[in-house]
Nanobody
């Protein structure tokens, strides 16, 4: 069992930066594929970035080159560094930990990122 708590959301202007954190309690994050998703009003939850156990990273085309996912195993935290933020990046961002092929799939409660001009 893993509990995930996101933080770091808030208000930011276009072009600004924000770093989101996801702290896990329970089993160490190194066992999981970690990901950040986001959900904007009226839209489906979408994958933003994923970090596999071997260090491979995937990004959605909309954030590639602007966002970076990283993991710090010692403090059981996953980060999402968001740079050059755009209005369309505004959403609730969720942290996810999963072991593929099993029923181990955990979500945090989300952190709101608001981009305003």
């Amino acid at each position: 069992q893993v509990q995930l708590v996101e933080s770091g959301g808030g208000l930011v202007q276009p072009g600004g930066s924000r770093r989101l954190s996801c702290v896990a309690s329970g089993r160490g994050l190194s066992f999981y594929t970690m990901a950040w998703y986001r959900e904007a009003p009226g839209l489906q939850r979408e994958l933003v970035a994923r970090l596999y156990g071997d260090g491979t990273k995937d990004y959605s085309d909309s954030v590639k080159g602007r966002f970076t996912i990283s993991r710090h195993n010692a403090n059981n935290t996953v980060y999402l560094q968001m740079n050059s933020l755009k209005l369309e990046d505004a959403a609730v961002y969720y942290c996810n930990a999963a072991i593929w092929g099993t029923d181990q799939n955990y979500w945090g409660r989300g952190t709101q990122v608001t981009v305003f001009s």
